[in-house]
């Protein structure tokens, strides 16, 4: 039997997430290198998965070693899952999408109950031996469905299909979202403009602007928390493992861990800029890079491992916002993130063409059109807020910072941005610009 092709990719960026094996290896035929390894260490997600084994038959291009693989590629480290994560992104990348590999790819990823990652590699597998006219095995097309029939069936309840009595507000598509005025201006904002196009040419001005804005993006979502000294210490002096002194509450201890998350934010943020020099390129693929840049750290440190630059439409799980009291906020179901996002980059690039909009009218609305899809699982706050600023950069303006402890009036100005009123949301974005431009002078 030759291996049929799969239908389109959702959308990932490749070579991304693998997770350790604290069980047997795959299967009987499986590479002797892919060995059981110690129970990792990191935290992994609750899993509903079934008793569920992939089974590669006798497929011959799955079964047989690559003669590409050397001994230096076969030292799989052990214990947590960060370094074996890390040591299967590099052989992918080193060596390609081959099939032998993604099997065992996705091997790593149902460890971490990333199962929808885990298809998505699967299926990858599939189409790439469909493009080799390779054999496939029906044990192997046999496991692979049915891994793929659990995970529709899941999707199928948990997608908002059913009535949810904790829901009190329904999602609805960004087409359907209310519009800013278009002449929407909040105060301060000609200030804010002439001191960044003044006072911050590239270079050092910026650079301590962005530092500001680094911390405050990951303290608003708390990913972790430093003491205010220590941020004034990294706005003036630069970013380093020293100057980091955590606060109490902090998530993250390890001074080294928030360094390395600074220090993809600021990457991170350099994808940006192509993106403002020609809004074209503002698509969903480019978001997914932006979050695997960003999250490159911060993925191995929340209570559970998510996969960075993968949405959900991917990883086919559901996310909600929690308002208290039992009650949640649905946001786009899992099978529409994809389609939800592309419509959303389409009406982000329109409106930028066509400039009848203000930039804030623009930010403020692409701010609530991705906070109310919410495409990946966690890190969604920080990448969001940066593509928001597209438009206000492209008209002088500095890229959008949030103050974290005005976190909570944040929150209020989505709600109010939700029921029609976006000067609130758009007097954050001014009000964060302002404390960060200040923040950086000496």
């Not at 054999?135 to 469905?145: D, I, M, Y």
């Not at 960075?308 to 559901?318: C, D, F, K, L, P």
């Amino acid at each position: 039997m030759r291996a049929a092709r799969a239908g389109p990719k959702p959308l990932t960026v490749a070579t991304n997430e693998l997770g350790p094996e604290p069980r047997p290896p795959l299967s009987k035929h499986a590479l002797d290198f892919v060995k059981a390894k110690d129970k990792p260490t990191s935290r992994v997600k609750e899993s509903d998965m079934p008793a569920w084994e992939l089974t590669l038959g006798s497929t011959p291009i799955l079964n047989a070693v690559p003669s590409f693989l050397a001994s230096e590629d076969l030292n799989e480290p052990e214990g947590d899952a960060e370094p074996i994560i890390r040591y299967w992104e590099a052989l992918l990348r080193k060596h390609g999408h081959h099939p032998y590999l993604l099997v065992r790819y996705a091997e790593r990823l149902m460890v971490l109950s990333d199962a929808g990652h885990a298809l998505v590699l699967l299926e990858e597998c599939l189409e790439e031996m469909g493009a080799l006219d390779a054999e496939v095995s029906p044990e192997f097309e046999a496991s692979v469905e049915a891994l793929r029939e659990h995970l529709d069936t899941k999707t199928l309840h948990t997608d908002g299909n059913l009535p949810d009595p904790s829901l009190v507000q329904l999602w609805i598509p960004a087409a359907m979202l209310p519009m800013p005025s278009d002449a929407l201006a909040p105060g301060g904002h000609a200030q804010v403009r002439s001191d960044w196009t003044q006072d911050f040419p590239k270079g050092s001005e910026a650079l301590r602007y962005m530092r500001h804005l680094a911390v405050e993006t990951h303290q608003v979502d708390r990913t972790f928390l430093i003491t205010e000294e220590s941020m004034k210490d990294i706005v003036q002096d630069g970013i380093a493992a020293h100057r980091i002194h955590v606060a109490s509450g902090s998530k993250i201890q390890d001074p080294h861990v928030i360094d390395a998350i600074l220090d993809d934010t600021l990457t991170a943020y350099e994808l940006v800029c192509p993106l403002v020099e020609d809004p074209a390129k503002l698509t969903p693929e480019a978001i997914c890079e932006i979050h695997q840049r960003m999250m490159d750290t911060a993925r191995f440190q929340s209570e559970y491992y998510f996969p960075a630059g993968v949405m959900r439409s991917a990883t086919r799980n559901e996310v909600f916002i929690e308002t208290g009291r039992d009650k949640r906020i649905q946001c786009c179901p899992s099978t529409r993130v994809e389609d939800e996002m592309h419509k959303i980059c389409d009406m982000a690039r329109r409106h930028i063409e066509e400039d009848r909009m203000s930039p804030f009218a623009q930010a403020v609305w692409l701010h609530l059109a991705q906070v109310r899809c919410i495409p990946f699982e966690k890190g969604n706050g920080q990448v969001l807020r940066m593509i928001s600023s597209i438009p206000l950069m492209r008209r002088g303006y500095p890229p959008i910072s949030v103050l974290s402890h005005k976190r909570n009036a944040y929150f209020e100005a989505i709600n109010q941005a939700y029921k029609g009123n976006f000067d609130p949301l758009a007097r954050c974005f001014v009000e964060g610009m302002q404390k960060g431009i200040e923040g950086t002078r000496p």
